[in-house]
């Protein structure tokens, strides 16, 4: 969970920091308060994608980090951390994010610099962010599959099937690819063969592209840079009255008057020691200037080398390999050879390999079989208690006569052989179905008219998804919408309850959700200085009752503080 979190000009946050809770956590305010803002830099934290208008105006650089402590049964975090050798010395990780004004990004978890990519995919094992448009996810059956599995405690299950899937997929090509002509099997290899020798005589180096480009703009400025070397020198050390000799008579003046006066002996140390240091640096500056040469056949060498990488990358690494950083050119063009070196040989030896292959898709294929099926019959049995789960909370958040159904299919190919259709994640289809009222039909969720329903259907699928996933942060951005009264009541209620065993983030605009929370933060945008900046203060006992008050009717008058105080007493955690 997030301990701690510090936000730096950031949208038009300027400076801010916060210590929070486990349990429920809510953020209210006024509309255009900045409360979206907040959910942004939480979002940019997790790992979100984001540009550089999310610099505050005025400012070279965005940041946001935190303080987050990792549950010890939370093993997907710990083997992630594990893989990659970031040490959590017993305590919260620290993980910091900023972009700068060029659109560059740096992300650290500890001391470790991690890409966008890891940073989602780390995060997403300890948060979860239900923002106003994340209906639309729920609303497409792809997802449906996904909460199921989660539910039903199979992600590492389908992540294995989905291994096996692969290995047996790249069999089939290599199998495919040996049965092809002969002909067509050694184009391949030449090709192949040509790729390989070209990337291996071209003796790519990982990082030479940035050294390269850092030594051609050096050469191409030479001009430049030897007319400001020139000037630098000029001043420092060059000239009657440099730094260096200004120095040097101020030292021998105050050596002359410390003799006189001890008073002046620490000023005479100090002159000392710049002496020493402006002396230290000319030399080390007059050795850089003698040893700057213009070579102009050293800068056609560099353009020469960077053409060719260049060329490398556009024939070898505009596909990139499977897990190399789009920012690794070099490795992506290593990679494309191992990759061509290890087909070159399999293809090669493909006559005598081919029955050995043919040997190893049937098993896998029987594999995949055994595999699929043992992921549906736990599907199926795991849907049955999804949708009793769901419908019963339903039922407590003001659909009475509301079924949902969680269900299970297998893909079937069209046509008269019906034989299954496997995936990298089995052979079913799951999608969720609601009947919202006494007599309708169960029909895909995309067919409810209610948004304030669709919320009622993701919170009670939340709701079931807590007690079963190492998830440790739910954020919730105005799940609330489209409902009140006593569903409200019924909301606040099961927010509260998640709160239990879960850390949450809620923004909400409604007080008797609100007056549910362990920590109430109030976000407001103020004005100093001809500057807008939003901030956020957590609420003491009477700026929480004065805050209810608000929501509720928009003022502090007597009779909206009189109904935060029953709100208060009556449902408070705190």
């Known amino acids: 969970?997030?301990?701690?979190?510090?936000?730096?000009?950031?949208?038009?946050?300027?400076?801010?920091?916060?210590?929070?809770?486990?349990?429920?956590?809510?953020?209210?305010?006024?509309?255009?308060?900045?409360?979206?803002?907040?959910?942004?830099?939480?979002?940019?934290l997790l790992g979100g994608k984001a540009d550089t208008d999310v610099i505050r105006t005025g400012s070279e650089e965005a940041s946001v980090s935190a303080l987050v402590s990792v549950d010890s049964?939370?093993?997907?975090?710990?083997?992630?951390?594990?893989?990659?050798?970031i040490e959590t010395e017993d305590g919260p990780l620290i993980i910091r994010r900023n972009i700068k004004s060029s659109g560059r990004n740096s992300i650290f978890i500890q001391s470790t610099p991690v890409t966008r990519t890891d940073l989602a995919e780390f995060m997403s094992f300890l948060f979860d962010l239900h923002g106003q448009h994340s209906h639309e996810s729920l609303l497409k059956k792809e997802t449906h599959r996904r909460y199921l599995d989660r539910f039903a405690s199979l992600d590492e299950e389908v992540r294995d099937f989905g291994r096996v899937f692969t290995g047996l997929t790249e069999k089939k090509r290599i199998l495919e690819a040996s049965?092809?002509?002969?002909?067509?099997?050694?184009?391949?290899?030449?090709?192949?063969?040509?790729?390989?020798?070209?990337?291996?005589?071209?003796?790519?180096?990982?990082?030479?592209?940035?050294?390269?480009e850092t030594e051609a703009r050096r050469l191409g400025d030479f001009e430049k840079l030897a007319g400001f070397v020139n000037s630098g020198a000029a001043v420092l050390f060059d000239e009657e009255l440099s730094v260096l000799a200004l120095v040097r008579k101020a030292r021998n003046a105050l050596d002359n008057a410390s003799a006189i006066d001890e008073d002046l002996q620490g000023i005479q140390k100090r002159?000392?020691?710049?002496?020493?240091?402006?002396?230290?640096?000319?030399?080390?500056?007059?050795?850089?200037?003698?040893?700057?040469?213009?070579?102009?056949?050293?800068?056609?060498?560099?353009?020469?080398?960077?053409?060719?990488?260049?060329?490398?990358?556009?024939?070898?690494?505009?596909?990139?390999?499977?897990?190399?950083?789009?920012?690794?050119?070099?490795?992506a063009i290593l990679a494309y050879r191992?990759?061509?070196?290890?087909?070159?040989?399999?293809?090669?030896?493909?006559?005598?390999?081919?029955?050995?292959?043919?040997?190893?898709?049937?098993?896998?294929?029987?594999?995949?079989?055994?595999?699929?099926?043992?992921?549906?019959?736990?599907?199926?049995?795991?849907?049955?208690?999804?949708s009793e789960g769901i419908t019963a909370?339903?039922?407590r958040l003001g659909m009475p006569n509301a079924r949902?159904?969680?269900?299970?299919?297998?893909?079937?190919?069209?046509?008269?052989?019906?034989?299954?259709?496997?995936?990298?994640?089995?052979?079913d289809e799951v999608e969720f179905l609601i009947s919202a009222n006494a007599g309708e039909?169960?029909?895909?969720?995309?067919?409810?008219?209610?948004?304030?329903?669709?919320?009622?259907?993701?919170?009670?699928?939340?709701?079931?998804?807590?007690?079963?996933?190492?998830?440790?942060?739910?954020?919730?951005?105005?799940?609330?919408?489209?409902?009140?009264?006593?569903?409200?009541l019924a909301v606040g209620e099961y927010m509260a309850k998640i709160g239990e065993i879960k850390q949450i983030f809620c923004v909400t605009h409604l007080a008797s959700i609100a007056v549910r929370a362990d920590n109430h933060l109030k976000v407001e945008k103020k004005t100093e200085g001809g500057r807008t900046f939003t901030g956020v203060s957590e609420l003491g006992k009477e700026e929480r009752r004065v805050e209810i008050a608000r929501m509720l009717a928009g003022d502090a008058g007597e009779a909206a503080l009189a109904h935060a105080d029953d709100l208060i007493l009556k449902y408070s955690q705190s």
């Open 73 to 85: 049964g939370n093993t997907e975090a710990a083997g992630w951390l594990k893989s990659r050798d």
């Open 441 to 488: 039909p169960l029909k895909d969720l995309s067919r409810i008219a209610s948004g304030g329903e669709l919320s009622r259907v993701m919170l009670a699928i939340k709701t079931v998804l807590a007690a079963s996933d190492n998830l440790e942060t739910l954020v919730f951005d105005e799940i609330d919408t489209g409902i009140g009264g006593e569903v409200a």
């Open 404 to 427: 949902f159904s969680a269900t299970v299919q297998k893909r079937r190919r069209e046509g008269d052989s019906g034989g299954l259709v496997y995936g990298p994640w089995g052979a």
């Open 271 to 331: 002159i000392e020691a710049l002496y020493y240091e402006a002396e230290d640096i000319a030399a080390e500056f007059r050795s850089y200037r003698d040893g700057l040469r213009y070579d102009p056949k050293r800068l056609e060498e560099v353009e020469e080398r960077l053409a060719l990488l260049f060329r490398l990358k556009k024939k070898y690494a505009q596909g990139n390999a499977a897990g190399i950083s789009s920012d690794s050119t070099e490795e």
């Open 1 to 44: 969970m997030i301990e701690e979190l510090t936000v730096k000009n950031f949208a038009l946050i300027d400076s801010l920091s916060l210590s929070f809770q486990g349990a429920f956590n809510v953020l209210t305010g006024e509309t255009g308060a900045g409360k979206s803002i907040i959910v942004g830099a939480l979002s940019f």
């Open 179 to 212: 049965l092809s002509s002969e002909k067509e099997r050694e184009n391949r290899i030449e090709m192949l063969s040509f790729a390989a020798e070209e990337i291996g005589k071209a003796a790519v180096k990982p990082g030479e592209i940035a050294e390269l």
């Open 393 to 395: 909370i339903l039922k």
């Open 338 to 386: 191992e990759d061509a070196l290890a087909e070159i040989e399999e293809l090669s030896n493909a006559a005598e390999n081919r029955d050995k292959l043919k040997a190893e898709i049937s098993l896998l294929e029987k594999d995949i079989v055994s595999r699929a099926a043992a992921l549906g019959s736990k599907r199926s049995a795991a849907a049955v208690s999804l």
